[in-house]
């Protein structure tokens, strides 16, 4: 009679976490934000910091797999803390989830070394699925945007359409979007660490790429083109993107 032999059955090993770092200056998002990851078996959230300078510093010592962003922060422009991180840590992946709309931002975080941007009204289990595609090797924007993109690869930009605005340098960009938030000089050279005089002379890049004549036609597309509405500026042929 032959005895029954049983096999040892080891216990499988666990699956390493893919460690998250959250950056979020509010702290109910980053509470939000890493009850969601957390929730996850193949993720966790290894640290969070409210600011620019320390997520930068946080990114050099916790060597996280992906960094959540938001983008407006204080002490630092969103747009120049990515391509901070990806100078300094060019194998580290970048997802921005921010309140800002993506038709505005998603191509310029792209650009700037991100591999995602989401908007904050997305829910948890969207930026979960977000922050794995974009950890499997895959880019993590909105259907609506992903057509955008490429509509925009595709197609001449029209005169005053939002597509036209890769011509701005992203500096010049972040101004007009901190003018349409009806920012002062000094309080967009605070912001964005430049001086008045700095701010000043985008100001006037901006007026004759985009073909306005004085302050007031530059506020009042400013103030349009943050509310998505269409800004008709004439073209300009002769603007070029600046630094």
């Keep these: 009679m032959k ?20 950056v979020d200056d509010h702290p109910l998002m980053r509470e939000g934000v890493a009850r969601w990851v957390e929730r996850a078996p193949d993720l966790e959230v290894c640290g969070e910091a409210d600011n620019a300078a320390a997520g930068l510093a946080m990114a050099g010592k916790l060597k996280p797999d992906l960094i959540l962003i938001d983008l407006s922060m204080p002490g630092r422009s969103g747009l120049d803390f990515i391509r901070d991180l990806h100078a300094r840590h060019p194998e580290l992946l970048v997802l921005v989830l921010s309140m800002h709309d993506e038709v505005l931002y ?15 009204g997305v829910g948890g289990s969207h930026v979960v699925k977000s922050i794995r595609d974009v950890l499997d090797g895959r880019i993590a924007v909105s259907p609506k945007m992903m057509s955008q993109l490429l509509q925009e690869m595709s197609t001449p930009p029209s005169p ?24 002062s000089t000094r309080e967009i050279a605070e912001q964005l660490r430049l001086s008045p005089k700095t701010v000043e002379s985008h100001r006037l890049r901006l007026m004759r ?3 306005l004549k004085s302050s007031a036609e530059l506020f009042r597309y400013a103030i349009l083109s943050r509310q998505g509405q269409p800004a008709q500026a004439p073209e300009n042929p002769d603007g070029k993107a600046g630094d």
């Design 106 to 120: 998603a191509g310029r975080v792209l650009r700037a070394g991100a591999r995602g941007y989401l908007m904050k």
């Design 3 to 22: 005895a029954d032999v049983k096999k040892s059955s080891q216990p499988s090993s666990p699956v390493p976490r893919r460690r998250i770092l959250v």
């Design 160 to 183: 005053g359409s939002h597509a036209e605005w890769p011509r701005l340098s992203d500096r010049e960009f972040e101004i007009l979007q901190l003018l349409g938030e009806a920012r």
């Design 209 to 211: 790429k985009l073909n």
